[in-house]
């Protein structure tokens, strides 16, 4: 088959990267796919049909442009499949790695819906990426003209890197305000190395501040510096700080120990894999080695915490959900590697109270049947008359969600308006807030969302913030 020919899907079938055997990649935190081989990425991108309504494109938060990439990276053309690729997404190597396609754009492949089997979108774009990284086709931000403009961003997240590289890349002095020691936000300690390698996010950060992006870490808004002065600092801001509150449990017993939110469970696992210390993971009060684990919830974040705690050796791990597989959140992927890997799900469950004297030792939970839809669509559970049953528990993870923290408490009153949901209200064209110089984007306007949510809004809210500069500069002349 030459490699330029398209439609070969109707020959070829569908074909992911290598995964690794679950018994061996349990033992170690890294990812589990393979790259492809140039020559089986260039036969696998020529199974695209080449649609003339490219829903794979339209399905994506960033509109990339999907099929056109592929038609290039089939007939070898790596370095212009790249740059298209790069053109529309600040990170493709990462969403490559982490976004969900089985719900975006493989999930909505015309080939895939034909019973044909999807074009491998996510594979293809990591691939072309790593190469480019290999390459030496990414290079530092190299504005051909500074403007003068500085922009404050708060939060190193996708949303706020996102912003810095486009903002850098017009010429803006950035300076990014990050509380963590370590910039990236969830990429950096929320999502596990199994999903994301941290050199991933590691290179790109450096890539900025190599571009001319400042990095302040160790800095959190409120407490190291007000916002007053933030704003006084700066001709604009960019609000990305994202969620982190979790949502809490309303039942008895969720005071008892070894029962922790997800996020530190995640983050101190993170920080391991980094070489830190971490003095509440080698205690064993955020490690799941050899205990019995149960985890709340059926989104990403509980798949992460699943698969973590079978690479920390616990001697068991379930999944405790209130609905059904056909519908979680979570993506169906994550949800076959956690099986594969060796986790339990217990489906149409709900946790009703947690036992234990000093720490926790069982979950009582119901059974759960679906009734009619809710708001959102999906079919809202119900509890089973005399249905309690216990689970063992020796660690309990809650991964129910985040929810935002209360801007205002430790940035006076003078900070953005938030919603009745407690995130940052802004016009939808523009990401603008009621402050004139204050513009917000990603999961602290949003709500917990996905990461190319994230950088699609870091990207827009920076476009707005460069035209309305740009407004100004004409004004004043």
Known sequence: MASNKMLAFVELGKEMPVKREAGSR????????????????????????????????????????????????AGGRLREAYELSQATNTFPEICGRICPQDRLCEGNCVIEQSGHGTVTIGSVEKYLTELAWNEGWVRPVRPHQET?????????????????????????????????????????YGIPGFKLEKHAVMRRVELLEEGGVEIRLNCEIGIDIAFDEIR???????????????????????GLGNIVPALEYLTASNRKSFGDAVPEFDSGQLNASGKRVVVIGGGDTAMD??????????????????????????????????????????????PRAFLGDRDVTHALAARMRLGPPDATGRRSPEPVPESDFREDADLVIKA??????????????????????????????????????????????????????????????????????????????
């Not at 036969?43 to 339209?58: D, E, F, K, L, N």
């Not at 700080?241 to 309303?250: I, K, M, P």
């Not at 990461?451 to 990207?459: L, T």
Request: glycine share 10%; proline share 4%.
């Open 148 to 188: 003068g403009l500085s922009v404050g961003v708060i939060g190193s997240g996708p949303a706020g890197l996102a912003a810095a590289d486009r903002l850098r890349r017009q010429g803006a002095r950035v300076s990014v305000y990050e509380r963590s020691d370590r910039a990236g936000g969830l990429l950096t």
């Open 400 to 477: 129910l969600g985040f929810e935002p923290e209360d801007l205002a408490a430790g940035w006076g009153a003078d900070s953005p308006e938030v919603t009745g949901w407690g995130t940052v209200k802004t016009e939808f064209r523009t990401h603008s807030t009621n402050l004139p110089d204050v513009w917000a984007g990603g999961d602290i306007v949003r709500g917990a969302s996905l990461v190319v949510w994230a950088i699609r809004d870091g990207r827009e809210a920076a476009d707005s913030i460069l035209r309305h500069a740009s407004a100004a500069i004409r004004t004043a002349a």
């Open 26 to 73: 349990v033992s170690d935190f890294r990812e589990i796919y393979d790259e492809y081989a140039p020559e089986r990425a260039a036969a696998q991108a020529a199974r695209c049909s080449q649609c003339g309504v490219p829903y794979c494109q339209t399905h994506c938060p960033l509109h990339n442009n999907i099929p056109d990439w592929l038609r290039l990276t």
């Open 305 to 350: 915490c699943v698969r973590t705690a079978v690479r920390q050796g616990a001697q068991s791990v379930k999944c405790l959900y209130r609905r059904d597989w056909k519908n979680m959140p979570g993506s169906r992927r994550e949800v076959s590697n956690a099986q594969e890997e060796g986790v339990e799900f217990v489906w149409l469950t709900r």
């Open 232 to 254: 006084r600092r700066h001709d604009a801001l960019f609000v990305a700080t994202g969620v982190y509150r979790a949502r809490e449990l309303d039942c008895p017993g969720t």
